[in-house]
T-cell receptor
Framework: GAVVSQHPSRVICKSGTSVKIECRSL??????MFWYRQFPKQSLMLMAT?????????EQGVEKDKFLINHASLTLSTLTVTSAHPEDSSFYIC?????????FGPGTRLTVT | SQELEQSPQSLIVQEGKNLTINCTSS?????LYWYKQKYGEGLIFLMM?????EEKSHEKITAKLDEKKQQSSLHITASQPSHAGIYLC???????????FGTGTRLKVLA
């Protein structure tokens, strides 16, 4: 099946710094990519939808200036957590969709100290 | 807005026992997906159901979608420790791939 990778798998950063997470579709071109966040013992929550070459659409309550999404190509989307705070510590999962299915990445665990 | 409720929230069973996890939607589902997640890891796709009354099986796991397409169940037969993890149902209610997810069911299987 299609493979979606995320990098890094784990990152620890200091409060106030920015962190970039990459999401790549490895063997297909993704028309749309999604970013989800999962807090401990909670379900996945959709943060934003991104389409290649256009601005991301953010879900209600998600700060677009804090979570910058760039979808530079059909195989790469990046999520940058700007001025990270400890409350941003979470598990971030991306997914990539082609015309038939949505495939999830392995996730990135962000810890902000 | 649509919500997905899963029950039970957690489950501990003895190896070899059968179990069922339920997922209920407040609205008719376009597609219902079941995923397994190990703690702190990505999602493993299990099954997708789209048609009312549909039932699919893979190895010891069977998933069903009711006729009204608002409730799904995931049944594991003769559970094994390898079945342990978090089971999430996800729904695409508009065909746009914008999923919502259930609250998850944490399964532990005792050897």
């Amino acid at each position: 099946g299609a493979v979606v990778s995320q990098h890094p798998s784990r990152v620890i950063c200091k409060s106030g710094t920015s962190v970039k997470i990459e999401c790549r579709s490895l063997d297909f071109q993704a028309t749309t990519m999604f970013w989800y966040r999962q807090f401990p013992k909670q379900s996945l929550m959709l943060m934003a939808t991104s389409n290649e070459g256009s601005k991301a659409t953010y879900e209600q309550g998600v700060e677009k200036d804090k979570f910058l999404i760039n979808h530079a190509s059909l195989t790469l989307s990046t999520l940058t957590v700007t001025s990270a705070h400890p409350e941003d510590s979470s598990f971030y999962i991306c997914s990539a969709a082609d015309f038939f299915e949505q495939y999830f990445g392995p996730g990135t665990r962000l810890t902000v100290t | 807005s649509q919500e997905l409720e899963q029950s039970p929230q957690s489950l501990i069973v003895q190896e070899g026992k059968n179990l069922t996890i339920n997922c209920t939607s407040s609205k008719t589902l376009y597609g219902l997906y079941w995923y397994k997640q190990k703690y702190g890891e990505g999602l493993i796709f299990l099954m997708m159901l789209q048609k009312g009354g549909e039932e699919k099986s893979h190895e010891k796991i069977t998933a069903k979608l009711d006729e009204k397409k608002q409730q799904s169940s995931l049944h594991i037969t003769a559970s094994q420790p390898s079945h342990a993890g978090i089971y999430l149902c996800g729904a695409d209610n508009s065909g746009t791939y914008k999923y919502i997810f259930g609250t998850g069911t944490r399964l532990k299987v005792l050897a």
